[in-house]
Every structure is written in structure tokens, then in C-alpha cells.
């Protein structure tokens, strides 16, 4: 590239991977050239937060900037950063990114910090929510779950049991239910039931089988 091509001085530059390499955070920088997005930098801890080796995280990246993130949310991805290229200022957008051992989801922020008639340099910086995101959806996934079960409390007189797979744990949702089992809001386990008279007797083989076949699935880590 011709020295008048160039964003960026090289002092610049340097002085500018000199920072990322400190800072605390997964930082990327692109270039916007002929319409086109290029990794021009990445720092260590974007490899540490994909999880990929520097030579691995290179080559993923290297024809395809957005390669790790996944196609669903690429368009609104390069929506802001049109919008940046435009606009200016500060861009934000959540993407989920294809990490080595997995899904992940990240927080995005992009700025501009150097352009040159219509290309442009941008810095953008990672934060893995990863934990946070799965936590909110957990509780949103509980949240409809109650709205289901208030739903079906309102409409039906039926025993109404919530399950909870992960634990092997019934909880009882309604008045009903809790006189129905001991008269007491506790939690049961599959266990629990096969061991009392709950369940009539033409059904305890079947729910001894799926106990068994829950316990071997989770023997597998397939619902952890």
C-alpha cells in the first residue's frame, strides 16, 4: 500500500497497539476501504475471548472479518457501522459469536479514529455477556412459564405440577395441588412419587422408565 493510502501514521499506530495491548478489554480494529471491511489489528485478549490461538483467530478472520460472528447478526452489525461511517460518533450493537468451545454472546462498541477521503479506520471494542445473557433468558424463559401455568390456574381445576429437569425437582403451582400431595408446598422428586401412592399403580412402570432414561440422559450432559 502506497504511503499516501495510509489512514493511520505508522507512529500512530504503533502508539495505538501499544494501548490495546494494555487495556483490559477484546479490542478489533477495520478497515473500511472500496465498500469492503479488513482486520487490521486484533489485540491478545480477542483470542482470549473466542478462545482461539492468535494464528487460529488470523486465519478465521482473514478473508472474512464477520466470520466469527454468527450470519444472523451480521446484518445488523454492518447496519451500525454504516450508520458509524455516516454519522460518526459511538455505534453499539449485541452480537453472538462463534467462540471455540461455543456459542457467545458479546457487546459491541465502535468509533471511528482515523479516516481518509471515503475509507475509514475503526476500533471496536468486546465485552463477553455470555454469563449475563443466559441468565436473563433463563429468567425470561421462568417468566412465561409462571404467565402459562397463572393462565391455566385461572381456566381448570386440574394438579398443575412444575418440573425442573436439571434438578429432578417438582414444584406444586396451585392451592389444589399442594392439598393433592401431603397438604404441603415441598419439592418432590421423581423419586418422591414412585415411592408413595400418588401415582396409580398401571403407571409406576412408566414413570420408573423415564426416571431411568432421565437419569442416563443426564449421565451424558445432554440437558446440563
Not at 458479546?106 to 455477556?129: M, Q, R
Not at 424463559?141 to 429432578?168: A, M
Request: aromatic share 12%; charged share 30%.
Amino acid at each position: 500500500m502506497a504511503e499516501n493510502d495510509v489512514i493511520l501514521s505508522k507512529t500512530v499506530l504503533e502508539e495505538l497497539t501499544r494501548l490495546y495491548e494494555i487495556l483490559p478489554v477484546a479490542i478489533s480494529v477495520y478497515e473500511y476501504r472500496a465498500g469492503k471491511w479488513k482486520v487490521q489489528y486484533f489485540n491478545e485478549l480477542m483470542c482470549k475471548l473466542t478462545g482461539y490461538s492468535r494464528d487460529e483467530y488470523e486465519h478465521k478472520v482473514r478473508d472474512n472479518p464477520w466470520e466469527l460472528i454468527y450470519e444472523e447478526d451480521i446484518r445488523l452489525l454492518c447496519q451500525k457501522l454504516d450508520d458509524l461511517l455516516e454519522e460518526g460518533g459511538v455505534v453499539y450493537q449485541q452480537c453472538r459469536i462463534k467462540g471455540k468451545e461455543g456459542k457467545q454472546v458479546v457487546n459491541i462498541w465502535s468509533k471511528i479514529i482515523g479516516t481518509k477521503g471515503e475509507s475509514a479506520l475503526v476500533h471496536s471494542v468486546y465485552a463477553d455477556i455470555t454469563d449475563t445473557y443466559d441468565t436473563i433468558q433463563k429468567l425470561l424463559i421462568e417468566k412465561e412459564d409462571n404467565r402459562i401455568i397463572n393462565g391455566l390456574l385461572e381456566r381448570s381445576k386440574q394438579y398443575i405440577f412444575k418440573y425442573y429437569f436439571n434438578t429432578d425437582t417438582y414444584i406444586l403451582c396451585s392451592d389444589l395441588s399442594n392439598q393433592f400431595v401431603f397438604n404441603e408446598n415441598d419439592k418432590f422428586t421423581l423419586e418422591t412419587f414412585l415411592n408413595t401412592d400418588i401415582i396409580a399403580p398401571e403407571s409406576l412402570k412408566d414413570l420408573a422408565i423415564f426416571s431411568e432414561t432421565l437419569s442416563q440422559v443426564f449421565q451424558t450432559g445432554l440437558l446440563q
